[in-house]
Every structure is written in structure tokens, then in C-alpha cells.
């Protein structure tokens, strides 16, 4: 009896277009095709025929590597993308950050303050001031509280 054997991981199966080619093959061979072919024709009159079969293979080269390359499941312009992306766009050294939120809120919570003093400021030049209770430097220094906490003498 004959025994066909069947792959445990059916996900690197892929479906065959024509003469066992998938349709990503199959176009790039294609392509190649269409450009090597042509050129082979018209450089073989002003080149020897070795010269101008070299050259349709260099030219077709590139459209076979599409076709063929495969690492990881991946295809060769995926596996170009990420290389150069990895070499050459992002940073070679990565710094390791934490976001700390209760260092983000004091941030804030100081600049609320900071903008509050200055809202009260000039309230307080133009004559404006509001009786919201808010005192503003120049007015805590006079009245003799400057705000800050008396420390415990040591």
C-alpha cells in the first residue's frame, strides 16, 4: 500500500498556482521574464551572446530573489524592511525608560502652581485682585508668611 506522507504544521503549505509554482512566483518569474528576455534580444547584435546572457541574468536576478527567498516564513523585501530599519533608521543604542507617574504628577502639580502664582501676579499689578483667597509673592512677603513649612530645628 503506498503512504503519503503529511506535515504536522499545515500553515507552511502553501497553494500552487501553476506548474507547482505559487502566483507570488509565478508573477515574479514572470516579470523577469519580461524584462530579461527583451534585453537579451536587443544587446546580443552589440554584444558577444555570453556577454549579453550574462547581463539578462544579472537584470533578472533580483525578480528570482523575490520569487525564491524565504526566511522565517517571511518574504525577501520583509526580511530587507526590517533590516534596514534595524541598521540604519532606528537607534543603534536603545536607552531603558520607566514612565513614572507619580514623578509626571508632581511635574504637573508644580507647573499648576507656577501658572496659578503668575495668573494671581498679574491680577494683583492691574488691580484686579480676586477674593479668592490666593496670595501672591509680593503680598506674603509683606503680610510676613512666605509660604513655606517651619522646619523643625534639629
Same mark, same amino acid.
Given at each position: =500500500?503506498?503512504?503519503?506522507? !503529511?506535515?504536522?504544521?499545515?500553515?507552511?503549505i502553501?497553494? @500552487?498556482?501553476?506548474?507547482?509554482?505559487?502566483?507570488?512566483?509565478?508573477?515574479c518569474?514572470?516579470?523577469?521574464? %519580461? %524584462?530579461?528576455?527583451?534585453?537579451?534580444?536587443?544587446?546580443?547584435?552589440f554584444?558577444?551572446?555570453?556577454?549579453?546572457? +550574462?547581463l =539578462?541574468i !544579472?537584470? =533578472?536576478?533580483?525578480?528570482? +530573489?523575490?520569487? =525564491?527567498?524565504?526566511?522565517n516564513?517571511?518574504?525577501?523585501?520583509?526580511? /530587507?524592511?526590517? !533590516? %534596514?530599519?534595524?541598521?540604519f533608521?532606528?537607534?543603534?543604542?536603545?536607552?531603558?525608560?520607566?514612565?513614572? +507617574?507619580y514623578?509626571? $504628577?508632581?511635574?504637573?502639580h508644580?507647573?499648576?502652581?507656577?501658572?496659578?502664582? !503668575?495668573?494671581?501676579?498679574?491680577?494683583?499689578? $492691574?488691580?484686579? @485682585?480676586?477674593?479668592?483667597?490666593?496670595?501672591?509673592?509680593?503680598?506674603?512677603?509683606?503680610?510676613?508668611?512666605?509660604?513655606?513649612?517651619?522646619? /523643625?530645628?534639629?
Open positions: =500500500m503506498a503512504y503519503v506522507s !503529511i506535515p504536522k504544521d499545515l500553515t507552511r502553501k497553494s @500552487k498556482f501553476a506548474f507547482g509554482l505559487t502566483k507570488r512566483q509565478a508573477l518569474f514572470g516579470a523577469g521574464a %519580461i %524584462i530579461g528576455v527583451p534585453l537579451f534580444f536587443l544587446t546580443k547584435s554584444l558577444p551572446p555570453s556577454a549579453a546572457t +550574462l =539578462m !544579472i537584470v =533578472m536576478l533580483p525578480c528570482f +530573489l523575490l520569487a =525564491m527567498y524565504e526566511k516564513g517571511q518574504p525577501l523585501e520583509k526580511v /530587507a524592511k526590517q !533590516i %534596514i530599519t534595524t541598521r533608521i532606528r537607534p543603534k543604542r536603545r536607552i531603558y525608560q520607566t514612565n513614572n +507617574l514623578a509626571v $504628577t508632581e511635574r504637573q508644580k507647573l499648576i502652581k507656577e501658572v496659578q502664582a !503668575i495668573v494671581s501676579a498679574k491680577k494683583f499689578v $492691574t488691580g484686579k @485682585k480676586s477674593g479668592g483667597g490666593h496670595q501672591t509673592r509680593s503680598s506674603q512677603t509683606r503680610s510676613g508668611n512666605s509660604g513655606r513649612r517651619n522646619k /523643625a530645628k534639629k
